[in-house]
Structures are given as C-alpha cells and as structure tokens.
Nanobody, 128 residues
Framework: QVQLVESGGGLVQAGGSLRLSCAVS????????MGWFRQAPGKEREFVAR????????NYADSVKGRFTISRDNANNTLYLQKNSLKPEDTAVYYC?????????????????????WGQGTQVTVSS
C-alpha cells in the first residue's frame, strides 16, 4: 500500500505562487510514476502534470504549461508542484496520485483511471 498526503494549499491572489507537496509513505517512491490532478467545483477531475519514476520525464496539461513545474525528491519521498502566475481558473482541489507503471503516452498518463493511489486533496483558491 502507498499513502499520499498533500499539503501547501491555500488562498492566493492572481499572479501569485504556491508550492504543493505530497508526502509518500508505505513503499519505495521511486517505484512509482507520479501525477497531479485537480478538480474544480462541478467539474471532472483533470490531469495537471506527471513525472516519471526517476524524474527524467515530465508532462503538463496545456493550461498550466510554462507556469507549473512538477518535481520529486525520491530520497525524501516527496512530490512537488510549483505553481506560478496563478489564475482564478486554477482554483480547485489538487490531488497527487501514484501509479506503478505509466506509459509514455498522453492518453495513458492523463487518464486518472491508470493511477492506483490517491491523496485526500488540498484546496487551492486563487482570488482575482
């Protein structure tokens, strides 16, 4: 079993920055591809970013490309999402997720059904 706990959410003004963290426990984190998803009120959970097991490959949703950066620290079992130039439309609950295997295919790693483990989520609210 893998346990994921997100932190770092909060209220920020448009144009500001936040860094989300996801603490991983239970298994060796380097065995898992990791991703961030978000869910706004009334909308489906959507892909934000993913990172390969050793951090060599990252991919982003078009809506956050150039503003968000996903990274991981396997030595400390932590996943990060640095969010800059935040917009009101970035308001959502953000979830981290882990998968033992993620194909290098957009249709695969963007599908939340391919992730086996999820955190409880952290709320991010961006005011205009």
């Amino acid at each position: 079993q893998v346990q994921l706990v997100e932190s770092g959410g909060g209220l920020v003004q448009a144009g500001g920055s936040l860094r989300l963290s996801c603490a991983v426990s239970g298994r060796t984190v380097s065995n898992y591809g990791m991703g961030w998803f978000r869910q706004a009120p009334g909308k489906e959970r959507e892909f934000v970013a993913r990172i390969s097991r050793l951090g060599g490959t990252t991919n982003y949703a078009d809506s956050v490309k150039g503003r968000f950066t996903i990274s991981r620290d396997n030595a400390n079992n932590t996943l990060y999402l640095q969010k800059n130039s935040l917009k009101p439309e970035d308001t959502a609950v953000y979830y981290c997720a882990a998968a033992p295997y993620l194909r290098n295919s957009g249709s695969y790693y963007q599908d939340r059904g391919n992730y086996d483990y999820w955190g409880q989520g952290t709320q991010v609210t961006v005011s205009s």
